[in-house]
């Protein structure tokens, strides 16, 4: 895929992000490309593999190679203790798991309430059906309009 012309590709755009081997199979490149649930952007970057003690003192190198102030934006960094933000995970299950129930009972009573088309519908609620009435013009009005 390195071989066509005329496209521009990330690690040479970006050479300090990712290399030529790993292109968008870059854990990092994925991790950034992968939408967000909440309104702001917080992906993980790396992960500390050791057991920190108490007191430890952490260095970061950090190098800026997005500049975003002229998006109006900003940049921290977020220390975890590693858990897992399962929140969009639950909101997917759960409405899944609603529509499901739902359409077994669409489903239910298509299939053991069935009525052919046209007939009366029975049951509850009834359907309401406005009075007859019917007006007529009295001969006053019928001859005025005439």
Not at 9 to 38: H, Q
Not at 66 to 73: D, K, M, R, S
Not at 88 to 113: E, K, N, Q, T
């Amino acid at each position: 895929y390195l071989k066509e012309p005329g496209f521009s590709w990330l690690y040479e755009r970006y050479p300090k992000v990712t290399s030529r081997d790993l292109g968008v199979r870059s854990k990092r490149f994925i991790a950034w490309m992968c939408p967000n649930f909440l309104n702001r952007a917080s992906k993980p970057y790396g992960v500390i593999s050791e057991h920190l003690k108490k007191g430890s003192i952490i260095d970061f190198v950090i190098s800026s190679s997005f500049p975003v102030e002229q998006l109006g934006a900003r940049k921290t960094v977020l220390l975890t203790r590693g858990t897992q933000n399962y929140t969009l995970a639950v909101v997917l299950l759960v409405s899944g798991g609603l529509c499901f129930v739902l359409a077994s009972v669409v489903w239910a009573i298509h299939l053991f309430c069935a009525r052919p088309p046209g007939s009366a519908r029975r049951g509850w609620p009834r359907p309401f059906h406005w009075p007859n009435t019917v007006t007529t013009l009295s001969d006053s009005e019928s001859s005025e309009s005439a």
